[in-house]
């Protein structure tokens, strides 16, 4: 079975950072590409960051650009979202996401975690 | 940056026909996915290039893309599918997922 489990969430003062953790099992990790997405409170969802299947490539929306940093571990079977400088406009619920390579669908999300930046 | 436009909340009732649309410039030339996220959950797929259903997902789920416009409908809707539908495709390099602003369906 499918399974994406992202963690790390929390509550953080403005100018902190934080790290999620995207856990994957039953697929191989180097197939698929990780995506990134946030939802803020009541609104849409939002890309964030993506990173390859070969690792190779990394991608970030605007807003996040130099503050954020995707990663992955192949033997861990994880990646992980470096999230640096946050702000409150980056509270929102974090899903990890993957993809496989072409103009393929989002197939298979985790069921989020909460980032709340707030003094 | 490509834009994807889909309309305000919409309701209907049950056993009626939802209809819920994405416009974007050119859309007919792309692949279009539709994602439904329930109260809570996590988006989940529903129809992907532009009129494809994963296994799983009732028949009563079609899709359509052509010019301007790609459509989701769903036929004889039920309470279940009260929810909010995203359309998406991929940015013209392939790099990152563009979302459409999403559409709340409310089922009398």
């Known amino acids: 079975e499918v399974q994406l489990v992202e963690s790390g969430g929390g509550l953080v003062q403005p100018g902190g950072s934080l790290r999620l953790s995207c856990a994957t099992s039953?697929?191989?990790?180097?197939?698929?590409?990780i995506n990134w997405v946030r939802q803020a409170p009541g609104k849409g969802l939002e890309w964030v960051s993506y990173?390859?299947?070969?690792?190779?490539?990394?991608y970030y929306a605007d807003s996040v650009k130099g503050r954020f940093t995707i990663s992955r571990d192949i033997a861990k079977k994880s990646v992980y979202l470096q999230m640096n400088s946050l702000r409150a406009e980056d509270t929102a619920i974090y899903y990890c996401?993957?993809?496989?390579?072409?103009?393929?669908?989002?197939?298979?999300w985790g069921q989020g975690t909460l980032v709340t930046v707030s003094s | 940056s490509y834009v994807l436009t889909q309309p305000p909340p919409m309701s209907v009732a049950p056993g009626k026909t939802a209809t819920i649309t994405c416009g974007g410039n050119?859309?007919?030339?792309?692949?279009v996915h539709w994602y439904q996220q329930k109260p809570g959950q996590a988006p989940v797929v529903v129809i992907y290039?532009?009129?494809d259903r994963p296994s799983g997902i009732p028949e009563r789920f079609s899709g359509s893309n052509s010019g301007n416009t790609a459509t989701l409908t769903i036929s004889r809707v039920e309470a279940g599918d009260e929810a909010d539908y995203y359309c998406?495709?991929?940015?013209?390099?392939?790099?990152?997922?563009?979302f459409g602003g999403g559409t709340k369906l409310t089922v009398l």
């Open positions: 996401a993957r993809r496989r390579n072409g103009n393929n669908p989002l197939d298979h």
């Open positions: 039953g697929f191989t990790l180097t197939t698929y590409q």
């Open positions: 990173i390859s299947s070969d690792g190779s490539a990394m």
């Open positions: 050119n859309i007919g030339d792309k692949n």
């Open positions: 290039f532009d009129s």
């Open positions: 998406q495709v991929w940015d013209s390099s392939g790099d990152h997922p563009v």
